[in-house]
T-cell receptor, first 108, second 112 residues
Framework: QKEVEQNSGPLSVPEGAIASLNCTYSDRGSQSFFWYRQYSGKSPELIMSIYSNGDKEDGRFTAQLNKASQYVSLLIRDSQPSDSATYLCAVNIDQFYFGTGTSLTVIP | ETGVTQTPRHLVMGMTNKKSLKCEQHLGHNAMYWYKQSAKKPLELMFVYNFKEQTENNSVPSRFSPECPNSSHLFLHLHTLQPEDSALYLC???????????FGQGTRLTVV
């Protein structure tokens, strides 16, 4: 069974801190990984995609992939209150498999 | 603005009604998806279409009927729904395996 696991949280960090979100997946054949942000009542918005081991940085966001350990993480530096949302991890193998999401609150 | 447009944004329907949700994508993608998102639950994949052909049906009740007339349009026809079908219905499009998917704004459905 192909599964994507996330800590549901909630995760709270103070403004300006680093938020760390983690995700593990079960299928070793997975090749593509994505992080989506979903504000309450809104649809998921793609914020990062990563395909190779290592780090990928985009502004305040860094995605980290370790295929040997089957985990992918998202770091948000200098967290802002506007980052408060649910973050969904997804893996695309033969179709998209989503985690349950981690709720992040950034406290001003 | 996502390039994937869903209508209507909100829908309230009775259990005996028939309604349709519409999704349109302007991204040139060949894959389109319907997802259901209920409160406090993860996204549930309902249907997948690749090049207008249905490639996935995740044991969805027959009161949900998808239609994909072309690669840019996707419909979800609804009839005799139950209150537990109330949820956010999301359409997404992509270029297939190993690529990202982009979501529409969703339709908030309430069945009364």
């Amino acid at each position: 069974q192909k599964e994507v696991e996330q800590n549901s949280g909630p995760l709270s960090v103070p403004e300006g801190a680093i938020a760390s979100l983690n995700c593990t997946y079960s299928d070793r054949g997975s090749q593509s990984f994505f992080w989506y942000r979903q504000y309450s009542g809104k649809s998921p918005e793609l914020i990062m995609s990563i395909y190779s081991n290592g780090d990928k940085e985009d502004g305040r966001f860094t995605a980290q992939l370790n295929k040997a350990s089957q985990y992918v993480s998202l770091l948000i530096r200098d967290s802002q209150p506007s980052d408060s949302a649910t973050y969904l991890c997804a893996v695309n193998i033969d179709q998209f498999y989503f985690g349950t999401g981690t709720s992040l609150t950034v406290i001003p | 603005e996502t390039g994937v447009t869903q209508t209507p944004r909100h829908l309230v329907m009775g259990m005996t009604n028939k309604k349709s949700l519409k999704c349109e994508q302007h991204l040139g993608h060949n894959a389109m998806y319907w997802y259901k998102q209920s409160a406090k639950k993860p996204l549930e994949l309902m249907f997948v279409y690749n090049f207008k052909e249905q490639t996935e049906n995740n044991s969805v009740p027959s009161r949900f009927s998808p239609e994909c007339p072309n690669s840019s349009h996707l419909f979800l026809h609804l009839h005799t729904l139950q209150p537990e079908d109330s949820a956010l219905y999301l359409c997404a499009s992509g270029t297939g395996v190993n690529t990202e998917a982009f979501f529409g704004q969703g339709t908030r459905l309430t069945v009364v």
